[in-house]
């Protein structure tokens, strides 16, 4: 069974940056393609950047040019770089499969606030 948990999320001002990291076990990412999804307070989960297992990214336009997806296939890790935060990223932020998910980590806070 994978699991999956995420880390690195914090408070930081407007303008500040974040490194998230999700790291699996139980299978090996590097034949997935994979994403980091965020849930606002009363909003759905959405995907914000994603990388396919050859390493190609994507990402959501509000994201784009501020966010940097990536992978480590040998530390089974998945990285999301944050750059030039805005309050309205705050969410929290998960790191799932693209397509059929599996079971959800816990997320990690991520809060962009004066």
């Known amino acids: 069974q994978v699991q999956l948990v995420e880390s690195g999320g914090g408070l930081v001002q407007p303008g500040g940056s974040l490194r998230l990291s999700c790291a699996a076990s139980?299978?090996?990412?590097?034949?997935?393609?994979m994403g980091w999804y965020r849930q606002a307070p009363g909003n759905q989960r959405e995907l914000v950047a994603r990388i396919s297992s050859f390493g190609t990214p994507n990402y959501a336009d509000s994201v784009k040019d501020r966010f940097t997806i990536s992978r480590d296939n040998a530390k089974n890790t998945v990285y999301l770089q944050m750059n030039s935060l805005k309050p309205e990223d705050t969410a929290v932020y998960y790191c799932?499969?693209?397509?059929?998910?599996?079971?959800w980590g816990q997320g990690t806070q991520v809060t962009v606030s004066s």
């Open positions: 139980g299978l090996a990412l590097r034949m997935y393609g």
């Open positions: 799932n499969k693209i397509g059929t998910t599996w079971s």
